[in-house]
């Protein structure tokens, strides 16, 4: 019998996911463009939010300690009604004389709650389901994320422009309570771990069992991180960096063409999550490396293009569908990569272990992001020099990576048998 994916404790969590992740969106719009309208300067908000996820980094592990030693329902609604008082403490003490430092220190506490928050939103999808749901609910938190991507920047800017920041601010203060409504519903079995010794043992304790599994019981696991990690490398900053430099800067398109642009990634984005739900039980995991190795197809025609004598609309058509692919399958990728490890981690670990996976990735992105402003800024009058190369990098990594993945699923088979 085929268990259900949409159980009351997994609806209640998704509700709970989607009024979080729109809070946050349109929060973080609204707190962008008021920034830009005080300050006049796009490089003084980046260097908040920069400063801001220095705290998700180093909490990471912590949090995913707590997640593995509390209960982890009560953490998810304390944390979401934290972030509700937070934003509305800040709404409260807002005013043009110090605006900055109110949205500076409001950026750094949702950035420490997010360390704690993200492992144990993870480490509950697991307990919740079993099996290939595990991959499906993981595509529909990806989906709900996607969604919430693709409409909350629209709305809320919409609604900034009527109503500006302090109303955008009260409305994601009312979405962070609903979340904690919502979670305040669901129903986790919980197991006290007895403590022995004081905190810093504890924390010392748990690092080093967690570390112990993923690098001698579990090798496996470190190993799918280092794959997700040298991924998000090269794919986010292609993306990130890449994306809105050919549009804007080598093709010389305007603002609305990125946004189109933009718009299609997150579609692409929302579709790889759906295929991931729909393949779930028919990938095999050593199909994996193709995955990994079509991310390296898809980049190579967007450098290709810029070497031919066609129209800028043509390269731009050429760039967005390959980003787009490229997009697609690093969601499936990733779906299946974290479904993979939290599979393979027990439940007294898994908070840990998705701390890392979520550290790893805060850790690489913005390196991908200088290396690749670098190159581009270098290679300007000749971006294939810079697409193609990393297009046959990904594809060959991708490939070397069948061995790893046969393994993986031999080991999976074995223990299923």
Not at 55 to 67: E, K, M, N, Q, V
Not at 382 to 401: D, E
Request: hydrophobic share 55%; net charge positive.
């Amino acid at each position: 019998m085929t268990e259900k994916l949409f159980t009351k404790n997994f609806t209640l969590l998704i509700l709970g996911q989607l009024t979080s992740l729109f809070g946050n969106f349109i929060l973080k719009l609204a707190l962008s463009m008021y920034v830009l309208e005080v300050t006049g300067s796009a490089a003084t908000f980046a260097g908040i939010l920069s400063a801001a996820t220095i705290p998700t980094i180093l909490l990471s592990p912590l949090g995913g300690i707590l997640a593995d030693r509390a209960d982890r329902r009560n953490i998810m609604v304390a944390l979401d009604a934290l972030t509700g008082v937070s934003v509305l403490c800040a709404v409260l003490f807002l005013s043009e004389n110090n605006a900055i430092a109110v949205i500076s220190t409001l950026l750094i506490i949702l950035s420490i709650l997010g360390a704690f928050e993200t492992p144990t939103v993870q480490a509950c999808i697991p307990t919740m389901l079993q099996g290939d749901n595990i991959m499906k609910g993981n595509a529909v938190v990806n989906q709900v994320a996607s969604l919430s991507y693709l409409i909350a920047p629209m709305l809320g800017g919409v609604l900034y422009a009527m109503l500006g920041l302090k109303p955008i601010m009260y409305a994601s203060v009312v979405c962070f309570f609903i979340t904690a409504l919502f979670e305040c519903f669901i129903k986790l079995s919980y197991q006290r771990i007895k403590n022995q010794g004081g905190m810093l043992q504890i924390v010392k304790q748990d690092f080093l069992s967690s570390m112990q599994y993923i690098s001698k019981e579990q090798t496996s696991i470190s190993k799918m991180l280092l794959l997700t990690a040298f991924s998000r490398f090269f794919v986010m900053g292609i993306t990130i960096v890449g994306l809105p430099f050919l549009v804007r800067t080598v093709l010389g398109f305007n603002a609305r063409y990125y946004g189109a642009a933009e718009s299609a990634l997150a579609v692409a984005t929302i579709l790889g999550s759906i295929a991931a739900g729909v393949l779930a039980e028919k990938l095999k995991i050593h199909k994996l490396s193709v995955l990994l190795a079509s991310m390296g197809i898809f980049i190579i025609p967007a450098g290709i293009v810029f070497l031919l004598p066609v129209n800028a609309i043509i390269k731009y058509g050429v760039t967005v569908v390959s980003f787009c692919g490229m997009q697609a399958v690093i969601s499936i990728f990733s779906i299946f990569a974290v479904s993979l490890i939290q599979q393979r981690t027990p439940n007294h670990l898994i908070g840990k272990v998705m701390a890392y996976t979520s550290t790893i990735t805060l850790c690489v992105q913005p390196i991908g992001q200088i290396v690749y402003g670098f190159l581009f800024d270098r290679f300007y009058s000749v971006v294939y020099v810079v697409l193609i190369p990393t297009g046959i990098i990904v594809c060959i990594a991708g490939l070397s990576a069948m061995s790893f993945f046969k393994n993986m699923e031999r080991e999976q088979q074995e223990v299923s048998a």
